[in-house]
């Protein structure tokens, strides 16, 4: 296939661009290398795919639409898994109008394009943020997810709606991942894992949000690739038990779907970094802190219903998962 990867420079778009290559279909990576963090990071990331057969990049924003819309004309793909999104719960307490440029404006413009070039499936972003302020674990796909915590959980959740619109009005077949905290090598430098490990190995502290009482559902990189291309594979229809009288938010008479995508293993933060201070030799020095506006005390997915439509098992435990990241890290900044 002809596989359109916004984002393709960023941690999971880098590693689902290397899978897609992997199995012989043809890559047109989308991303603008912000410098929301470090686009070193980013470029190296980038460098590791150029030199393979059937990639091509292009440097560009969702917000542009001239430029995006260029891009599917010129590559002419017949999937899009737009992973390109401006990330972050903190950040969107300081800077909300970079997440209606990217998430929102941005996003128009793919189901845009989409919609007009008859691509065959669109797979995008979603995020476990948008269940916000639930307390009913672990979180099921059927829940209602109508009380965000921050900008960026909305932002998300007005995906899932755009979505269903261009698929009920224009029979655009989309489906939305919520992604539970993804770590790995080449993981993102503003998540726990990183920030944890750069300052374990210079013996600083580390602060930890909600006394690391908080669970989360960490989920390896490797078993979210699993994940997206499985989905990617299965382009939904008109979900034939769908009751318009007892609706759901996870599908519809239209062709659409909504899934979690992580682990079904919550682990506590105290945990993890317990696990981390195994695989560095070090222990951390830890400055124990509340919980931080937009955040949540918990996460947990329930990954029955992507399970049963894909076969999708994730199968990376923590000591695997934050082993291979220390491996990685230490490699990689010569630490």
Sequence with gaps: MRVLVTGAAGFIGSHLSERLLARGDEVLG???????????????????LTPKEGFNFVRGSLEDRAALEAAFDDFKPQRVVNLAAQAGVRYSLENPHAYVDSNITGFLNILEACRHRGIEHLVYASSSSVYGANRKLPFAVEDSVDHPVSLYAASKKANELMAHTYSHLFNLPTT????????GPWGRPDMALFLFTRKILAGEPIDVFNHGRHTRDFTYIDDI?????????????????????????????APYRVYNIGNHQPVELLRYIEVLEECLGRKAEKRLLPLQPGDVP??????EALSRDTGYSPSTPIETGVRRFAEWYRAFYQA
């Design 30 to 48: 989308y991303d603008n290398l912000n410098a929301y963090y470090d686009p070193t990071l980013k470029e190296a990331r980038l460098a590791r």
């Design 176 to 183: 939305g991942l919520r992604f539970f905290t993804v770590y």
């Design 225 to 253: 690739v699993e994940g997206v291309i499985r989905t990617l594979d299965r382009v939904p229809g008109a979900d034939p038990g769908y009751d318009p009288l007892a609706p759901t938010p996870a599908s519809s008479l």
């Design 298 to 303: 918990d996460t947990y997915a329930d990954v």
